[in-house]
């Protein structure tokens, strides 16, 4: 039995009990100032049934929390940004050359030149052609897996999604920042679109083709939820 002020992780999102004795029913709330999700419940009894309706809101509660403001930071150099789940270096160089991602002594860098906006432009743009890259090779190799026809892949910046498939176009579209996300997060999401080619809905037989791509999904959602609002706040000042 659940007691209140426990506390419970949720698919890599903290979940805390509460119980309202004035409550008439379960029900849940974002803490963003927290950044966690709160069950609430008008007895300790009832504990249980908030925790499974907060299980089945998973989706809501990423966009929510997708939404919530988090300290990202516009690009600077001498500041850092994610990577492929690593932090780079952000360098400017002399004049207005592109951004390139460089190999130095120590470690990874992007360095870009311009100043403002142009260099946020110029290294956004770099995230951009790279995203577009491995998000287009790996719906390749998911797509050949289940003997379809490659779909048309293209990129986009939405709040809260992290990619969208239409089956009757051949096409899925995905949000650029999932080249900030470790490789194995950016592989589970272009699974997921591809699967939506087989099956429209999230029913059991469209997660056994996700689990049939890649294996277990779950760390993946797990990872997404945890640290998506920090996605979606990189580059935003």
Known sequence: MFKDRARLDLEGVPLRLSVNR?????SIRIDAARGEVVAVAPSERSLTDAVAFAR????????????RPVGGGAYQPGG????????????????????????TPDGLAI?????????????????????RERLAHHTGLHARALNLKVPKVGIGDPRSRWGSCTPGRGSIRYSWRLILAPPEVLDYVAAH??????????????WAVVERLIGDHRP??????????????????
Not at 193 to 206: I, N
């Open 56 to 67: 089945s809101k998973a989706d809501w509660i990423a966009e929510r929390l997708a939404r």
């Open 220 to 237: 993946h959602r797990a990872w997404l939820r945890a640290h998506g609002a920090r996605l979606h706040a990189v580059g935003r000042g």
């Open 111 to 131: 360095r870009s030149g311009g100043e403002g906006a142009a260099y946020t432009r110029r290294i956004e743009n770099l995230l951009k052609r790279m995203a």
């Open 193 to 206: 679109e591809v699967a939506h080619l087989v099956q429209a809905d999230h029913s059991p037989a469209f």
């Open 22 to 26: 004035r409550a008439r029913r379960v």
């Open 80 to 103: 850092t940004v994610p990577l492929e789940g690593v932090e780079v270096r952000l360098e400017q160089t002399p004049g207005s050359a592109a951004a390139r991602l460089v190999d």
